[in-house]
Structure formats: C-alpha cells, structure tokens
C-alpha cells in the first residue's frame, strides 16, 4: 500500500486478556517503530525495528509488552494481561534506513480500550 | 531528563491572525527536528524538517520554523492561519548517535483552534 497501515483501528478488551496489534510498514522501508499515545503521556516511544533486529526496546514500559518483526516488513506488538492504563493509542511509522535523519511516517493507528 | 518541550497547550486564534508555536529541546549534541501535524480524526503528518544548512526552513501549507541553536528552540509560524489550520501541533527531535538514535522525542502538543 501507499502508506503504513495499522489494524484493527479499534480494539476493545478485558483486563487480563491478551492483544495483538498489526503494522504493515511502506513498502522499502527497513525502518519501524512503535509509539503510545495516551492522555495522560503524551507521545512515548516503545521500540525500533531495523529490520528483523531491535537495537532500542528500551521504551517498552513492562515485560508485558512485546514486539516482533518477521521478513523485514510486518511487525507485531503484543500486550499480554491488559491492565486498563494500557488504554492508548498504538501508532506504528516506518522510515527508510539512516534512522535519526530520516523522516517517520505514522500510520492511523490502534486505539485499544482496556475495559 | 531529555526533553522537549511546547510551551502552549492549547492556542485559540481568529482567521488571518499570525501564528508562533514555540518548541525548545534539551539535547547538547547534533540533533534533527520535526514538526508534525495531527489534524481532527487524521494520523500524524510532517510539517516540515530541520536536519542541517539553513536554519529557516518551509513547510507544506505555508508554515516555516526556525533553528535557532544558541537557544535550542524550533519555533513554528505562519503569517496568516486559516480555519483548516485547526489540529493538534508536536514538535519532535531525533539525535545524530547514541544508544536512542532514530527514537523521536515529541513535545506534548499544542491545540491549535482557528476560528472562521
């Protein structure tokens, strides 16, 4: 596709339960993040991919957070037993390589509810 | 702490009125900087960028920010908003090395409401 696409666009889950958040990064892209967007935080980084690898999972906020990316492209962020102040929206970008002087593309993003 | 930081949260203006956001960051060595637009029920768009040379640089939509590195600021104007200016405005810094290289660090955002 043209752009970074992100599904579902909304997710509703118990506490407790387990989701998986999908990103399709643009097509070439070797680049891809994950950032949190909540009331409360702002705009936080969680992880880089640069390619399969990930140099920087340092924003991951517990080991209930995990994140994947398999060929190069598609990349997974699983939040295991859901707590309610991981209500958010989940926005995946991705760049070229060169990261730092490299523009970020954002997809629309995940809003999870944890209810 | 590494920061950045947006000095109005939210900023209410009439059509044709000049606008200034400010943005001032914390990082000591080479950085890039971003503005990033997020308009009503949209995803994140880039504004406009600073990686080097001039320190005036333009945007999309008639936006321009400067550097200004003695002050560590990148602030946002345009002469003159329009009612589709409306949205929400992140500044955003990525740095040259370092164990965060690529991270973007974003400001908290300032609403920006033009009224018609």
């Known amino acids: 596709g043209a752009g970074v696409s992100q599904s579902p666009s909304n997710k509703v889950t118990e506490k407790g339960k387990d989701v998986e958040l999908r990103c399709d990064p643009i097509?070439?892209?070797?680049?891809l993040y994950w950032y949190r967007q909540s009331l409360g935080q702002g705009l936080e980084f969680l992880i880089y991919?640069?390619?399969?690898?990930?140099?920087?999972k340092s924003g991951l906020p517990s080991d209930r957070f995990s994140a994947e990316r398999t060929g190069g492209s598609v990349s997974t962020l699983t939040i295991q037993r859901t707590q309610q102040e991981d209500s958010a929206v989940y926005l995946c970008?991705?760049?070229?390589?060169?990261?730092?002087?490299?523009?970020?593309?954002f997809g629309a993003g995940t809003r999870l509810s944890v209810l | 702490a590494q920061s950045v930081s947006q000095h109005n949260h939210h900023v209410i203006l009439s059509e044709a009125a000049s606008l200034e956001l400010g943005c001032n960051y914390s990082?000591?060595?080479?950085?890039?900087l971003f503005w990033y637009v997020q308009y009503p029920g949209q995803h994140l768009q880039l504004l406009l960028k600073?990686?080097?040379?001039?320190?005036l640089v333009k945007g999309i939509k008639g936006f321009e920010a400067e550097f200004i590195k003695s002050k560590f600021s990148f602030n946002l104007r345009k002469p003159s908003v329009q009612w589709s200016d409306t949205a929400e405005y992140f500044c955003?810094?990525?740095?040259?090395?370092?164990?965060?290289?690529?991270?973007?660090?974003f400001g908290r955002g300032t609403q920006l409401t033009v009224w018609p």
């Open positions: 970008a991705s760049s070229q390589s060169l990261p730092g002087k490299n523009i970020q593309y």
């Open positions: 097509s070439g892209h070797t680049a």
């Open positions: 991919f640069q390619g399969n690898s990930a140099p920087d």
């Open positions: 990082y000591g060595g080479t950085v890039n």
């Open positions: 600073y990686f080097s040379g001039d320190p």
């Open positions: 955003a810094v990525t740095r040259d090395r370092g164990s965060t290289l690529g991270r973007l660090y």
